[in-house]
């Protein structure tokens, strides 16, 4: 394992991290408290669950090798769940958005100069009056953003699923503040917006949407255009269809979707998934005349694609798609792209990568991998210039400690749904949670707040001081899927006993409060620190005090509960403090 450290604080780093941490999305919850509590303020303060860090490690097989060469760069660039990724290039700088669908906050914003190394610097939408979740399941949301530059000004095209619809929001500045959203009727029924500016100013608008008729099977969807006002920020005149199915309606292609056009050399470049985001995934390219079409596929089809790799080979990469093409200073072209590395059977719990790799060019076809060739791990640079390592590593083996300091969590932490009240604060150098009624399996706005699992191979852990009063009492580190599958090693009281517990949801089936599933008494006399391991399919649980040699609570947990072919959705797994009162709300 790498020793990297990354002793995480707000405020250190360039303009736009200071101002990405100070606001995150998660400011609003957060309200530095200088003065010791007294009275009813000191037993409220006495109930509370007081995080003083979190730490976070991860490395794969694949790592084992050591770090890349100089010349060489790993992939995925942005390893854990940061699914749907898209870019534009501002001069000599590099942004890219991912899909967040139910988390808060939501949309991140990286920038790069080197294709490779990514720093996220906020959050487009960290308000919570931009964007209302409500009680939606946490793959509803915000799917597949486009973020693109033109004359000064910063875009992004997303959809809010069952929760407003497709819309656009701006920025003069990438890192924030990102507008509200102007919403797009005209694309109801829509997902996958994204923008085209041609040459001459003329802007359009394209998205996956149902066809001009009746489906004529599972997964049939289009790909339309329609003009758009780049001051006015709506669409208008006529819809056209550009892709009907796919690129050979005669084998019922499914889930045409996350489209973007490219002006190269007097010719228009249609690209799209293909697929679904399974297995079959893959990317396919058009071309034509004019942004409106007609379009001609190519015969090569598809340009990216693992679909008929075989499943046992070494350190496989699968499911790959939805890519978005960026064009270097010197005329290169390189591609962000989703894809998955499962440790199974399509089992992974790290959802969704961010990957990167070269366009080439045949016959005037761009191509990101041909018939039967592996995504590697390891890869050529951009002939770019290497800008270093980011504050917070987002690829290969590392390790980080994210000191609890304030004002506000990192801007890659997240939170679900929209934050409900404040219920979270710092307090001397520590993150301190309100326990709440709300729990991880109840749809709505639990005390939690998480990071991405980032390796097959994982550990995260974190000091707590807490007190269990009440039945149903807990704090601890969460390992979280979704509302119906999760983990949690806590500090609890049940049945009259505190006792450090492990329990899990294993599905809908389940209580929305878990099982428990192991148990050690203990007595609280100061903090107790936690932690969990993954080792792909399974899950260790410990706990210890002071220095002293962790102690199992459960080991070798079924961790493919928390695969996305077991618990369904586009997420992956986040980990981090989670607090829940066990008393009824007043």
């Keep these: 394992m790498s020793d990297k ?8 780093g360039s303009r736009h991290i200071a101002a990405a941490l100070v606001a995150s ?6 309200a530095a408290c200088t003065e010791q509590p007294q009275g009813e303020d000191a037993a409220r303060y006495d ?10 490690s991860g490395a794969d097989p694949v790592h084992e090798t050591g770090a890349p060469a100089p010349d060489t760069y790993l992939n995925p660039i942005l390893s854990g769940f940061y699914p749907d990724p898209s870019n534009t290039r501002a001069g000599k700088d590099y942004y890219l958005v991912t899909s967040t669908f139910g988390y808060f906050p939501g949309l991140p914003i990286f920038h790069s100069r080197d294709l490779v190394n990514w720093t996220q610097i906020g959050n487009a939408i960290d308000r919570p009056g931009q964007m209302d979740f409500g009680d939606l399941g946490l793959s509803r949301g915000l799917f597949a953003p486009t973020i693109e530059h033109h004359d000064g000004r910063f875009y992004i095209f997303c959809t809010c699923v069952d929760c407003g619809g497709n819309f656009v929001i701006t920025a003069d500045d990438a890192a924030g503040p990102w507008s509200d959203p102007v919403w797009l009727p005209d ?14 100013g003329r802007a359009w608008i394209l998205n996956n949407g149902p066809p001009d008729r009746e489906p004529e099977y599972e997964g ?6 329609q003009a758009f006002d780049l001051e006015a920020l709506e669409t208008f005149g006529p819809r056209t269809v550009l892709i009907d199915g796919g690129v050979d309606f005669s084998e019922q292609p499914i889930w045409i979707e996350g489209p973007h056009i490219y002006r190269i050399d007097d010719r228009y470049y249609l690209m799209a998934a293909e697929g679904g985001t399974a297995r079959g995934h893959s990317q396919v390219v058009l071309r034509g005349d004019h942004p409106a079409g007609p379009y001609t596929p190519f015969t090569g089809n598809p340009v990216l694609t693992q679909r008929e790799l075989p499943p046992d080979r070494d350190h496989p990469v699968t499911s790959a798609g939805h890519a978005d093409m960026v064009r270097t200073p010197d005329g290169d072209w390189w591609a962000t792209f989703l894809a998955v590395r499962p440790y199974g059977d399509d089992l992974y719990n790290t959802g969704r990568e961010t990957f990167l790799m070269p366009v080439r060019w045949e016959d005037g076809w761009p191509r990101i991998t041909g018939p039967g060739e592996a995504i590697p791990a390891e890869m050529a640079r951009p002939d770019l210039p290497d800008t270093g390592p980011p504050p917070v590593p987002t690829a290969g083996a590392f390790s980080v400690r994210e000191a609890f300091d304030g004002p506000a969590l990192p801007p890659h932490w997240l939170t679900l749904r929209n934050p409900a009240a404040e219920w979270l604060q710092f307090e001397d150098g520590m993150l301190v949670l309100e326990p709440r009624p709300d729990g991880l399996g109840d749809f709505s706005t639990p005390s939690y707040a998480g990071r991405r699992q980032q390796h097959i191979h994982a550990e995260a852990s974190t000091e707590l001081a807490f007190t269990p009063r009440s039945d149903g009492d807990r704090a601890g580190l969460a390992v979280f899927q979704n509302d119906d599958y999760w983990y949690l090693v806590s500090l609890s009281r049940l049945g009259g006993e505190t006792a450090i517990r492990v329990e899990r949801r294993a599905g809908p089936e389940d209580p929305a409060d878990g099982r428990v599933l192991a148990a050690v008494p203990f007595e609280p006399a100061g903090p107790v620190q936690l932690k969990v391991s993954a080792r792909a399919g399974r899950y260790d649980f410990f706990y210890r005090t002071g220095d002293g040699d962790w102690q199992p609570v459960l080991e070798d947990a079924d961790g493919t509960i928390l695969s996305t072919r077991t618990a369904g959705g586009f997420v992956g797994v986040t980990m981090g403090p989670y607090a829940h009162s066990g008393e009824p709300p007043d």
Excluded at 25 to 30: D, M
Excluded at 47 to 56: E, G, R, V
Excluded at 188 to 196: K, N, R, Y
Aim: charged content about 15%; aromatic content about 16%; hydrophobic content about 50%.
């Design 5 to 12: 450290t990354s002793s995480f604080r707000p405020g250190t």
């Design 25 to 30: 999305g998660l400011a609003a919850l957060a």
């Design 47 to 56: 109930m509370q669950a007081h995080f003083s860090w979190f730490a976070y």
């Design 187 to 200: 694309l109801e029924g829509g997902i996958d917006p994204s923008l085209f500016v041609d040459a001459d």
């Design 220 to 225: 049939h969807r289009a790909i339309w255009i």
